[in-house]
């Protein structure tokens, strides 16, 4: 019996109706005498938490860092359990699987991740399907790959994962007891993306918070030229009072410069004809 593990229940459905003869069973669906289709909801699984390596990392202790957490360890996740139980069931009964994560890293590591977990042994085909419609899943079908292709792409989602666990969980700690140390009595989490992320928002609040009003200054002109009034503006010297955009920002410099200006006749000392295109 082949079965096919979709990342999610719409795309295993799609799979279903490119099969044919689909008959709707619990957490999976029956194509034929031949073929069975499930998925998973996301990831069915997850790494397990410090105190699962080591109960005395339920503590929160220095002398304990950084934490010992390989090899990773995983564990059902709570809220889909029966379906990963479905899954479980199925693999054990096929005689080959086909791997219909999508098509990135993160959805071969989704299907992946359980097949090891459950200790697969029958033989693993990659279906890359890559719009979520019947047809689309009818020509896949004609070109499965052997998964042994794709496990490059396993490993790299994988060294993500776990390398996100070790440094969130080892930095939280770090700088939690830290933190108790000067009096803060809170959690301070750490994360790869979302500890930037943060920083990024916290200095854009920052900014905001301290910015003041400021004022700048323009000079600016309306030449005769013959019988056209081109307009013209003042090229600020470098050692005009000016702000880190190069406008002037006292009042009486500009008011200087343009008193100093009305009036006075001008030296065309370059000109350029530029041809543009319009819509």
């Not at 279903?16 to 289709?37: H, M, N, P, W």
């Not at 939280?172 to 959690?187: E, H, N």
């Not at 854009?204 to 005769?224: E, K």
Request: charged share 25%; hydrophobic share 40%.
């Amino acid at each position: 019996m082949r079965v096919f593990i979709a990342e999610k229940p719409a795309l295993g459905q799609v799979i279903a109706e490119a099969l044919g003869t689909v008959i709707r069973k619990d957490g999976y669906f029956e194509c034929g005498s031949k073929d069975i289709v499930t998925w998973c909801v996301g990831h069915l699984l997850e790494l397990a938490p410090p105190e699962v390596h080591n109960p005395d990392y339920k503590n929160w202790v220095q002398a304990d860092l950084p934490l010992k957490l390989r090899p990773a360890k995983y564990q059902p996740i709570a809220r889909t359990k029966d379906q990963l139980s479905i899954v479980q069931q199925l693999i054990g009964r096929a005689s080959e699987i086909v791997h219909a994560g999508d098509p990135d890293d993160e959805g071969q590591l989704l299907v992946d991740e359980v097949l090891v977990h459950f200790g697969n042994t029958a033989p693993v085909k990659r279906i890359l399907i890559n719009d979520m419609n019947a047809n689309a899943a009818r020509k896949a079908l004609d070109s499965l790959r052997d998964n042994t292709e794709f496990y490059g792409l396993f490993q790299k989602a994988l060294a993500r994962s776990i390398g996100d666990q070790l440094y969130g969980f080892n930095m939280t700690r770090a700088c939690t007891l830290a933190g108790r140390a000067k009096g803060v009595k809170s959690v301070l989490s750490v994360g790869r993306v979302q500890t930037p992320i943060l920083g990024l928002i916290v200095n854009r609040y920052l900014a905001n918070r301290s910015h003041a009003s400021a004022f700048y200054y323009t000079v600016a002109a309306s030449l005769a030229v013959g019988g056209s009034r081109p307009q013209a503006r003042l090229v600020v010297a470098a050692d005009a009072p000016i702000d880190d955009k190069n406008r002037i920002i006292d009042e009486a410099y500009a008011t200087q410069v343009a008193d100093a200006c009305r009036m006075k006749p001008a030296d065309v000392i370059e000109a350029r004809v530029e041809e543009k295109q319009t819509a």
